[in-house]
């Protein structure tokens, strides 16, 4: 600034002495005349002197100007210093300032806070200071090359405390060069991440775990199955393991009777018992409701055999809750990888089908996996589609079993059954599809089709001429607990133009007992109805006298079961006494299937049983095939039958 002011002021001096000079010696050869000299000589002195009074003007006026310009900009320089300064004191975000030797020269109050170092602590060091020992040098090596060719560099790095904490940031390091393009300084801004981390943490666990029991879920054991069935078919020395799915044995019960907070404390407490056979090698987790897996690393047969056994027998001791002792028994299906399957998904749909074997073999127990059960599984869903086909192609038919009074022999009444005439195989018994009906839902649909069947032949048989007293219809439990069973019946009854009376619905004794006061009105409903009611396979449940007395039936069914032993097993003998005194004692009849002897016949009108069906009194057929005369069994009852 100097040098230009020196120079400008040169350059004026120079044309001021020339132009004094030269003007001089121009008048002086010009003018000859001293008087009009002399005026020269003032208009000259007057011209310099205005001349250099408007230079002075513009240069002031310039330097003015550059002078308002520089103090603006040094408010405006001041005022972004001091903003700039208030950020760094006021951000949350910790900045360090370093030198080119890395020396720290400056730091804010958030990095005091941050670290828990003063500013008399850190000023001086250098950043290592705050090294953690967590990185390598590679890390470091890539950070300065970055801050070497791209003069800056962003990531998560970990840091040390003052306290000794280690805990993660994100930082962000800038290098600030010099007009000769040198590095002079170091800038680096960084924010304290943990909780981020920690919020990350806590998202993916509740992603990957199970909230009530705190066990990994579905998702989670879905990708260590997945990772564990790749290690093992990759040869590197792993020699895969097993799967063992663990299903508790009428945990709906528990649920609906109890309540669900009871249900959950009750998961949580075989969880523990669970957690106590998991090793290291194993993964147990919940993949939902009352289902558990346990992945087994290296396990064998024999291994996974028996440590099936040690789970089955940790879950025998009762579980106190609320008071109360509670018991829960468990089904495990076994199945192995890679041998059984080769994806996550196979080797779960095998565990479910060696689970169904399990639970099909009475509960309780463990099965393992075979390829004979896929196919079976296969099999059950063929079977569904056929049969869903059968419904509306109208390959089912009804068939008819009579029900004889046992006092004179003759038919009273009928059981209407269900029988598949497949246009392939012919006719399937309902052992083969009932079962399928059942798990796929298509029962419902097959009652009602029966219902409207039962209905329509009784009022054909109404208008021949022949005389009866009703038809029975299986309901299942499926259509029994919806709560539109008395909506159907009366629909049905109407269409068919049939009094209630003639139509009696069986209904088993376990159907009853899933929810038993929802029953009580769905049978309150029904009875209102006018149709006839009757327990099926009494005797095989776990009915109270006291609900079978506000049950309010017509009819007791004895199970065929014990009926097969008469007259000659005792304890089959004891408890058809037993069935037939409660049924008359409470003004109730009794029917008793199975029936396939006189002697068996003989006994049951002996101790006073109203009504029997069975191969022994005719086989279901169909309805033009019925034998209505026909007496194929001579037991006594005619006898009886005498006045």
């Known amino acids: 600034m100097h040098a230009k002011l020196l120079r400008l002021c040169l350059g004026y001096c120079l044309l001021a002495l020339a132009w004094v000079l030269t003007s001089d010696l121009l008048l002086a050869h010009w003018v000859e005349d001293p008087v009009t000299g002399e005026h020269l000589q003032l208009v000259k002195g007057s011209g310099f002197i205005l001349f250099t009074a408007l230079l002075l003007y513009l240069l002031g006026r310039h330097y003015l100007a550059a002078l308002e310009a520089q103090q603006a900009a040094r408010r405006e320089h001041e005022t972004y210093l001091r903003n ?80 000794g ?48 029991l705190d066990l990994p879920n579905r998702l989670l054991f879905i990708e260590r199955t997945r990772q564990e069935l790749e290690r093992s078919t990759s040869g590197q020395g792993q020699t895969g393991g097993a799967l063992l799915l663990i299903d508790l ?14 249900g959950d404390s009750l ?10 056979h ?53 089904s495990i299906g076994i199945v192995f990888y890679p041998n059984d399957a080769q994806d996550v998904e196979q080797l779960l749909r095998n565990a479910d089908s060696a ?29 569904g589609t056929a049969l869903r086909q059968a419904l509306e192609q109208r390959q089912l ?29 012919g006719l399937i018994s309902p052992a083969a599809f009932i079962p399928a009906a059942e798990e796929s839902g298509l029962i419902s649909s097959i009652d009602r089709w029966m219902l409207q069947q039962a209905c329509r032949q009784i009022r054909g048989w109404l208008d021949s001429g022949r005389s009866l007293d009703f038809v029975a219809v299986n309901i299942s439990s499926r259509l029994f607990t919806r709560g539109e069973l008395d909506l159907h019946v009366s629909q049905v009854l109407a269409e068919s133009r049939l009094e209630p009376g003639y139509l009696m619905l069986e209904i088993t004794e376990s159907a009853v007992m899933e929810d038993a006061d929802a029953a009580m009105i769905i049978l309150d409903r029904l009875r209102e109805l006018g149709v006839r009611l009757a327990i099926d396979d009494f005797g095989t449940g776990y009915s109270s006298l006291a609900r079978l007395k506000r049950m309010r039936v017509h009819k007791l069914k004895i199970d065929q079961g014990f009926v097969r032993g008469l007259p000659h097993d005792p304890e089959n003998a004891a408890i058809t006494r037993s069935v037939i005194g409660l049924a008359h004692n409470l003004g109730l009849s009794v029917v008793a299937e199975g029936v396939e002897t006189a002697e068996q016949a003989a006994f049951l009108l002996e101790e006073g049983c109203d009504l029997g069906q069975g191969f022994g009194f005719g086989r ?18 005619t006898r009886l039958a005498l006045p």
């Open 84 to 163: 700039a300064a208030a950020v760094f004191e006021s951000t949350q975000e910790g900045v360090v300032v370093t030198d080119a030797e890395q020396r720290i020269i400056h730091v804010n109050p958030a990095l005091c806070t941050i670290t828990g170092y003063s500013e008399a602590d850190v000023i001086g060091q250098t950043p290592r200071l705050f090294c953690s020992g967590r990185h390598d040098a590679a890390f470091y090596r890539i950070m300065w090359n970055a801050l070497r060719d791209q003069h800056c560099w962003s990531g998560e790095i970990w840091n040390r405390r003052k306290s």
């Open 165 to 212: 904490e280690i805990y993660p940031q994100w930082q962000n390091i800038r290098a600030i060069h010099d007009e000769q393009g040198e590095v002079s300084h170091y800038v680096a801004v960084f924010s304290d991440i943990t909780l981020l981390k920690r919020s990350q943490e806590e998202i993916t666990h509740l992603a990957h775990y199970d909230q009530l």
């Open 249 to 262: 044995d009428h945990f709906k019960d528990i649920n609906e009777s109890l309540g669900h907070n009871l």
């Open 267 to 276: 998961l949580k407490l075989v969880a523990e018992r669970l957690r106590l």
């Open 278 to 330: 998991q090793q290291d090698e194993m993964t147990l987790a919940r993949l939902g409701g009352d289902e558990f897996a346990l992945l087994c690393q290296g396990y064998t047969a024999e291994r996974a055999a028996a440590l099936a056994l040690r789970l089955l027998d940790c879950l025998d001791p009762p579980f106190s809750l609320c008071g109360q002792e509670l018991f829960i028994s468990a």
């Open 355 to 383: 689970l169904f074997k399990a639970k099909g073999s009475g509960r309780s127990t463990y099965a393992f996996y075979s390829q004979d059960l896929t196919n079976q599984a296969r099999q059950r869903v063929e079977l």
């Open 397 to 425: 038919v009804a068939y008819y079993q009579p029900v004889h009074c046992l006092r004179d022999g003759r038919i009273i009444g009928f059981e209407a059954l269900v029988r598949w005439d497949h246009p392939d195989h």
């Open 620 to 637: 279901p057929c169909a309805p033009e095939r019925i034998e209505w005369d026909l007496e194929r069994m001579h037991y006594g009852q």
